[in-house]
Nanobody, 124 residues
């Protein structure tokens, strides 16, 4: 019902920046909470950031590991959510997944919809 497609991943050096984008299509009339998760090789998927729905961009929430470095935002007119990642560290290396859920839980829990993922690699 809702399809999510991520883009913007790549290979960067520690301290560099990247901006990820997630374009939503399908049924977008629902006021979804949207966010980002990441999964490193051999590790469990972890929550990164979320943004609730509102006409002015929504309220944001971040994992402690990325707070102050990452910024999530959304453009409801374009059905797109972004993740601006600054001061990247090698431990940020992971596949990043866009997610959407009709609930208002900030950490999202188990989102209903997922993107295919985009690889982010940070070298030291």
């Amino acid at each position: 019902q809702v399809q999510l497609v991520e883009s913007g991943g790549g290979l960067v050096q520690a301290g560099d920046s990247l901006r990820l984008s997630c374009a939503a299509s399908g049924r977008t009339d629902i006021s979804y909470t949207m966010g980002w998760f990441r999964q490193a090789p051999g590790k469990e998927r972890e929550f990164v950031a979320s943004v609730s729905w509102s006409w002015r961009g929504g309220r944001t929430y971040y994992a402690d590991s990325v707070k102050g470095r990452f910024t999530i935002s959304r453009d409801n007119a374009k059905n797109t959510v972004y993740l601006q990642m600054n001061s990247l560290k090698p431990e940020d290396t992971a596949v990043y997944y866009c997610a959407a859920d009709p609930s208002t839980a900030q950490a999202m829990g188990r989102p209903e919809y997922w993107g295919q993922g985009t690889q982010v690699t940070v070298s030291s």
